[in-house]
């Protein structure tokens, strides 16, 4: 298997511009997560999706994020417009809930975001 | 309020010698933990979970936990800290508020293996 995958691994952008990060989960997989992570905040959830459909996106900062699931094989996260506060790692992770004893998450390698 | 501490930014071992990892949980009913590690520019991965029964889970590379219900703990443990062990770790517990497999990660401890 694959594993998650994400692109782009790195993505430098000038303040005000859209950025589209992309990721693939695990075939099979029926939840997929969006974190972000900084030095200064740690790992944050921002959203997951359940069977493509948003569950919780109470971890959006703000507006300028948005999040869909069009099929399960494929989600993008995107920031319009961006803000140098945006810089961070973001990753994604998905998880396949079959029985009581699954619940692990696999994560990507993440997408670095520089926003300048 | 679910959560999950890890009281400990850095833990620092010198290679050989046992290592442990603290976390403490705060959730109601039964706790589903977790244990990941960071490697430096990589995703998190896996180590190993608690669900239900034995309180001691081994999991990857040689890790294990020790699940203690009246103590809400679940320290991961290695007797033999490697050089390669050195990264962050992150314990995490599943979100019980939310439907499906949402988590609540602590903010991580960085090991530091000395050769």
């Known amino acids: 298997d694959a594993g998650v995958i994400q692109s782009p691994r790195h993505e430098v952008t000038e303040m005000g511009q859209e950025v589209t990060l992309r990721c693939k989960p695990i075939s099979g997989h029926n939840s997929l997560f969006w974190y972000r992570q900084t030095m200064m905040r740690g790992l944050e959830l921002l959203i997951y999706?359940?069977?493509?459909?948003?569950?919780?996106d109470s971890g959006m900062p703000e507006d300028r994020f948005s999040a869909k699931m069009p099929n399960a094989s494929f989600s993008t996260l995107k920031i319009q417009p961006s803000e140098p506060r945006d810089s961070a790692v973001y990753f994604c992770?998905?998880?396949?809930?079959?029985?009581?004893?699954?619940?692990?998450?696999?994560f990507g390698p993440g997408t670095r975001l520089t926003v300048t | 309020a679910q959560s999950v501490a890890q009281p400990e930014d850095q833990v620092n071992v010198a290679e050989g010698n046992p290592l442990t990892v603290k976390c403490t949980y705060s959730?109601?009913?039964?706790?589903?933990l977790f244990w990941y590690v960071q490697y430096p520019n990589r995703g998190l991965q896996f180590l190993l979970k608690?669900?239900?029964?034995?309180?001691l889970v081994k999991g990857s590379y040689g890790f294990e936990a020790e699940f203690n219900k009246s103590q809400t703990s679940f320290h991961l443990k290695k007797p033999s800290a490697l050089v390669s062990d050195s990264a962050l770790y992150f314990c995490?517990?599943?979100?019980?508020?939310?439907?499906?497999?949402?988590?609540?990660f602590g903010k991580g401890t960085t090991l530091s293996v000395s050769s």
């Open positions: 995490a517990v599943r979100d019980i508020t939310q439907a499906g497999t949402a988590l609540i």
């Open positions: 999706f359940n069977n493509n459909v948003p569950i919780d």
């Open positions: 608690y669900i239900t029964g034995d309180n």
């Open positions: 992770a998905s998880s396949l809930v079959v029985t009581a004893s699954s619940y692990e998450q696999y």
């Open positions: 959730v109601s009913g039964n706790p589903y």
